[in-house]
């Protein structure tokens, strides 16, 4: 019989704590989740309208081992000397926060003697699919997060290249600061995701935001609704302006995702990190499959799509069977883009 491998993954880049064990049998191209924790801080930051830094690490250090425990018991792991490889989120993120889970695994790896692997937050969410899909290669894969949006072509495993990237905000931090413009709640994706169906998306006009190439930019489209809500003043519709502004965002994300399927030939897409649980944005990828225009797409389930420790999990596993160990001496990383392997287009 071949041999178990057991992953224990951590995962506190920003604002969620999550631990995820996952197991596989030698040879497999993947492990598969036996359990996950996430403890979400939305208490925490949900005053401020905003995530606080130092909020944000004192609560991951707060409830980490709680959902250590959590994970333990339910995936029936008695002895943490029964793990293979200890994972963690090494970049980018919030250094105060991404300490904490890594200080976490490197512990454990020095303790148990086990390999200790250090992970690309992005390159994560670039593998959360394979958590509850089995794909097929090639495919367009869209990163859109609180914190990132990136588009990417996916080859193969661990064989990937970025094709895009945002110049100044993320997708989610373009809602997040729209919503809190609009005096809505934190975070500000699923407020106006929930308002917008009741809106009228044409109410309000937003310019088509050009870019070079397949490069995104969300900060105009702020602009303009700061000036659309100072023009509007007491007059402003709520449901209006919430459907105005993320049909603008998500035009945006469509119009690019458009140009790399010509660009690239590949018309199967994927949609992975938070703003992938947007209603209207599924809606529109089910419109372009329908009129032909993407072959099919494809999202993890919600769980999945904001950040958790199984896609961790995942990379750090993949990474793991090639031998790929990271040093107990490494540090964490604020900023960081997502190694790319040289294509041919
Ligand atoms: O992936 P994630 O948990 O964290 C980062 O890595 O950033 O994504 C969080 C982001 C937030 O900006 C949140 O507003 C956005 O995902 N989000 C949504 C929706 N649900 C979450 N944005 C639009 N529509 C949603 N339904
Ligand atoms: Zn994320």
Redesign the pocket.
Request: hydrophobic share 15%; with cysteine.
């Given at each position: 019989m071949s041999k178990v491998i057991q992953i224990l993954a951590f995962e506190s880049?920003?604002d969620?704590t999550s631990v995820a064990l996952l197991r596989a049998r030698e040879g497999d191209l993947k492990p598969s989740v036996v359990s996950m924790a996430i403890q979400s801080q939305f208490d925490v930051h949900e005053k401020f309208g905003g995530v606080v830094p130092e909020l944000a690490s004192r609560a991951h250090l707060k409830n980490l081992f709680p959902c250590l425990k959590k994970v333990m018991a339910e995936g029936e792991l008695q002895k943490l000397s029964e793990v293979d490889c200890f994972v963690s989120t090494q970049e980018p993120g919030l250094i105060g926060c991404l300490l904490i889970g890594h200080s976490a695994a490197k512990t454990l790896s020095f303790i148990y003697d086990r390999p200790f692997v250090g992970c690309n937050?992005i390159e994560g969410?670039l593998m959360s699919i394979h958590l509850d899909h089995t794909m097929a290669f090639p495919y367009l894969a869209l990163v859109v997060?609180?914190?990132?949006t990136s588009l990417f072509v996916v080859r193969g495993w661990d064989d990937y290249e970025q094709l895009g990237v945002t110049l100044d905000d993320?997708a989610?931090?373009a809602?997040?600061k729209g919503a809190k413009l609009l005096g809505l709640g934190f975070?500000?994706?699923?407020e106006?995701?929930r308002l917008a169906i009741q809106g009228n998306s044409s109410k309000y006009r937003f310019g088509r935001v050009q870019t070079k190439e397949l490069n995104f930019s969300f900060s105009g489209i702020k602009s303009e609704l700061v000036r659309i809500h100072q023009r509007e003043g007491s007059q402003l519709s709520l449901v209006d302006a919430a459907a105005s502004y993320q049909s603008a965002i998500l035009r945006h994300l469509i119009e690019k995702i458009e140009a790399a399927v010509e660009f690239t030939g590949v018309s199967n897409l994927v949609i992975v990190?938070?703003?992938a649980?947007?209603?209207e944005l599924r809606r529109r990828l089910a419109e372009l499959k329908s009129q032909n225009r993407l072959k099919n797409w494809y999202a993890p389930k919600p769980e999945y799509?904001?950040?958790n420790a199984a896609m961790i999990g995942v990379l750090g596993y993949r990474k793991f069977i090639q031998g790929q160990f990271s040093d107990l001496s490494s540090d964490v990383k604020a900023t960081v883009r997502p190694k790319r392997k040289p294509q041919s287009l």
């Open positions: 880049s920003c969620d937050h969410h997060s609180g914190g990132h993320a989610g931090e809602f997040d975070p500000g994706g699923p106006i995701d990190g938070g703003v649980r947007n209603s799509c904001t950040d």
